[in-house]
């Protein structure tokens, strides 16, 4: 859910969900809007990166707003009063498996930052969070038959939203697929670094022409579905089967595969006899 620092990833060919939030933030947020950011860190081809780095690389310069990671007990309540005066205030989070520490650092978490989250969300402040995903699919391969899952940024949310008494959709936003904002920050998005990316074909590209390929049903496929893309279910690779459909009869997956490396074979299959009919047109032509 966080950036991917250059290497094969990088701005200018993948979208995440913490570029997402930096989204939400450049275009919601007005200047001087006051932003706590409860964050974890990612690793990619021997980086490091966090959502606060990636809010601030796409942050115009100077930092338009006052960006923390942490907050002492005055300003926490300082920031409190100013949400509850109707100033904007926003909680942004961003903590993927791991509990939030200061900018993804090594510090360990406190109870802290999110008694101040949650006194911030009491009095009027916004909820930006970064994906819904219950829970981070994890194996030992010890333990081959146990689902030893971590729990991802959803039941966070929930818990920030229970223990502020926040029941407002309009303070309480989420950018990654299958939240409410996913179409805008993350669909949308993304459409538009492909059209990028393919150059002058790319103004043709539409939602009905992309596949949203994913192995969780109440995000990956929920949002392609929502966004109006084709949608292909991974079936073995993460938190659901096949069977776990029956519990989202409104979910219609295009198609399924066992795994992202099916699922090439078969593409690979399609590309070499769209190329055999290729050079049988040309032969008879």
Known sequence: ALGLPGGVGGPHRVWTAANGLAAFLTKRAPPSARVLVLDSISRFDGQIDSCLRVIRRSAQSPEPWDLRITLDDEEAKAWAANASAGAPVYVVWCADGDPPTPDGGPLETSIGPTRHAVWLLANGATLVGSAPDDYIAFRDPRYSSLRLWLPG???????????????????????????????????????????????????ELKPTNLAMVGDTLSTDIAGGQAFGAKTIFLTETGFNRLQDLERFPELRPTCHSPSIHDLAQVWQQVRHQKTQRSKEVTLWS
């Open 153 to 203: 940024p959803g039941p966070w949310l929930a818990f920030l939203r229970q223990a502020s008494g926040l029941y407002e959709e309009e303070r309480d936003r989420v950018v990654g697929k299958g939240g409410n904002d996913a179409n805008e920050f993350m669909f949308a998005e993304a459409l538009q670094l492909l059209r990028r990316q393919s150059g002058s074909t790319g103004a």
